[in-house]
């Protein structure tokens, strides 16, 4: 375990940056002073929740240093300017039901905090504006960056630089693409007993998709595939970083292929959605620990859907469906 930690320092070094405020009274979701970090294909257990937050600004710094992350002078700037108050309502109406079990979030300092990178962020972002979804997003990187600054960034450098915008255009077409490529890619069995009990997808998968499965899920679940998104180490080329919001996708097929003997059992659409939605983000920590560890696993082996390219067969794929025939990663 000595030995990882200090692989994992020796890289957080290696990301050169100064850390605009203290990260030393950061906590973890649940209150805790470690975590489990995702750094690439590599977990590190129980190691200090500031190391979380260092990966995280080491990618912001890296994006201020080529202009292309906002700075803190920015962020100030948009809390000065004028928002729709249509907008402005529905951010303050979501904030007051985003983790009302976090003593933090959902204290007046924390709900004024989510508010302020969610106004922020719709300033910046017209086309955009606000969209539910991204309240629980914020939330999470609130939980573990020191400033609203730093949290307005990171959610810039998520939404602009890794793929996640598109997810929230007005249309929601990307948010449609990867609920139809889900239905594609779990077991064919499993996939034919959920659409002949109107179980689909949309249902249950899109507020995973859409808050980056921390509104489901426990935040220890969810920080993790944020963990793969700031850094895009998931993604297989530079080009595809700025896809990696699309690995979310394998962990959603995982989530359900898993699920496969306990849903074929069900014959009520309201069961088999109340069973995702509600027991499975209820599961042990080890369980939800293996879980994400498998779909990321699967997801670093899978190759581009384009016409041209070279289909790879992950880890692990014969027991969830991902060996059908024709079957390959299907990146937008």
């Not at 002078?73 to 109406?93: Q, T």
Request: charged share 15%; glycine share 8%.
């Amino acid at each position: 375990m000595a030995g990882r930690l200090v692989e994992l320092a020796g890289w957080l070094a290696t990301q050169v940056f100064d850390v605009v405020g203290s990260v030393a009274g950061v906590q973890g979701a649940d209150g805790g002073t470690t975590v489990d970090l995702q750094v690439g294909k590599t977990v590190f257990f129980d190691v200090p929740v500031k190391m979380r937050t260092e990966l995280w600004l080491s990618q912001l710094h890296r994006k201020a240093s080529d202009g292309t992350t906002p700075s803190a002078g920015e962020y100030y700037d948009l809390l000065f300017e004028k928002l729709s108050p249509d907008v402005l309502a529905e951010i303050d109406k979501d904030t007051h039901r985003t983790f009302p079990g976090h003593t933090w979030l959902s204290s007046p300092t924390g709900q004024k905090a989510m508010l302020n990178v969610l106004r922020a962020y719709a300033l910046s972002d017209p086309e955009i504006g606000y969209t539910q979804g991204m309240n629980f997003l914020v939330g999470l990187l609130l939980t573990y960056l020191p400033s609203e600054a730093d949290a307005y960034a990171a959610l810039s450098l998520l939404m602009r630089q890794r793929g996640l915008r598109e997810m929230y255009l007005p249309d929601m077409s990307l948010l449609q693409i990867r609920l139809w490529q889900l239905s594609k890619l779990l077991p064919p069995r499993l996939a034919a007993h959920l659409e002949a009990h109107a179980a689909l997808p949309v249902l249950y998968a899109s507020s995973w998709l859409l808050t980056c499965f921390a509104a489901d899920f426990p935040l220890h679940f969810a920080a993790r595939v944020v963990d793969v998104l700031m850094t895009g180490q998931g993604a297989a080329s530079p080009m595809l970083k700025a896809r990696a919001a699309a690995l979310q996708l394998p962990v959603a097929v995982g989530i359900v292929s898993h699920c496969e003997a306990a849903l074929l059992k069900m014959g009520d659409f309201e069961d088999i959605v109340n069973y995702l939605r509600q027991e499975v983000p209820q599961w042990s920590k080890p369980v939800l620990h293996d879980l994400l560890t498998d779909a990321l696993r699967w997801a670093g082996g899978l190759g581009v859907g384009r016409a041209g390219s070279q289909c790879h067969r992950p880890m692990g794929v014969a027991a969830t469906g991902f060996s059908q025939a024709g079957r390959c990663w299907p990146w937008p």
